[in-house]
């Protein structure tokens, strides 16, 4: 469909006939509808369809679909659809999703379109930017951001005689101790640990080494990789974590628990088993419902060096064969402002937006962390698929929990399969 916008210079010079009839020719033909595809489950996207219903009722030329679609077939689907010349003009996407959709020529190369925007418009004030960008070009508008808190019962600890929440990983523990009653079946801290390969213990093992100065993996110069750790730092976080298991201070069931999810952990916190687990923003807000008593969150322990936690979130592409890029921009500028997270319950990863708005007290930890928090773009970026290094983490240390292996046999294991890796990658 063209558009006809240039008529409407050319209209000034008309009779008042003509120039009415051409206007009503363009806003015909002016009239654009674009599709919006995005990928959470229907019942936590209330919001963001109270957020799209307000866009169509403001504009009447450009009204927008929007589409539903699992995340497991979002991205085979696009690489059946756009190459067709068909898809959804925007996408909701995994930040880590953004990379692969532009090496495939799927989503659009933003640069134009941002650097046309009003002055002060750029994306200098959005988070993971990092993973948005192929080749020094912007490729995704980051829209959505979560990270992890801890969350807690704030009774129990009140209880225990503990005024502040712990500040660090041994405050963590000490506080622990004094939470744990185990004739009520209570316990201090509650995390998963099961050794699944997509376990929930690779998030907490990289906050406690991240938090501490180091990194599995780092590059010294481009496309040079090296272990940014030793068997003595692995090992160092595996005996922190098996002294829960150890001291009695996490029920020895969470061994076989492999997500943050898991109704053991979700109900636990709210029937008092748990006295502080971690969880993202959604999960959080599952175990308030089914809590007992008020639940409150509180930023990740901090290290011997930083507090941190990992960036995780949601981008906005345009189909590289949209027919109404303009159109499409002028959308997602709309969905990453603050008209929709008026509605949308979720965290914004505009840096500007994220101060400005108000969210609810007992989430105040997410507020916190989300600033302190940094992509896995570093693992990304490797020779070595983060899927493996996440298996690797989560087997090892969940033998160490098992009691399969001490942690200097456990570590051993983790460094000689990274250094394997990576003079594989470099044998190519």
Known sequence: MKLFRAWHGLALASTVITTLALAGAASAQDKVQLTFRQFDPPTEIGGLVTAVDAWN???????????????????????????????????????????????????????????????????????????ATLDGKIYGLPWSADTFSMAYRPDLLAAAGIKSFPDSWDDLATASKALTDTAKGQYGFCFP???????????????????????????????????????????????????????????????????????????????????????????????????????LTAPIPKGSVKRISHLGGRALGINANTKHPKEAWEFVRYLVGPETFKTYNQYPAQKSLLASLNFPAAEQGYVDMLPLAQTFERYISSPLQVSTMTALINREFGAVYSGQRSPDEAAANVIKELEDGLKAAAKG
Request: contains cysteine.
């Open 57 to 131: 009722a403001s504009h009447p030329n450009i009204q927008v679909k929007l589409e539903t679609m699992g995340g497991g077939d979002t991205l085979a689907q696009l690489a059946r659809e756009v190459p067709a010349g068909a898809g959804p003009d925007v996408q909701q996407m995994a930040f880590v999703w953004t990379r692969d959709l532009a090496r495939s020529k799927l989503v659009l190369d933003l640069d134009p379109l941002i650097a046309a925007d009003p002055p002060g418009a750029g994306i200098g004030d959005f988070l993971a930017t990092d993973l």
């Open 193 to 295: 640990a099961g050794s699944a390969p997509d376990g929930g213990m690779w998030i907490l093992a990289n906050y406690y080494l991240w938090s501490n100065g180091k990194t599995l993996l780092e590059e010294t110069s481009p496309g040079v990789w090296k272990l940014g750790v030793t068997a003595a730092d692995i090992a160092g976080a595996m005996t922190y974590f098996n002294a829960y298991f150890a001291n009695g201070l996490t029920p020895d069931s969470l061994i076989t628990v492999n997500s943050w999810g898991d109704p053991e952990l979700v109900g636990g916190l709210g029937r008092g088993d748990c006295a502080i687990t971690f969880f993202p923003p959604q999960t959080f807000r599952a175990a308030q419902g089914q809590s007992e008593q008020p639940l």
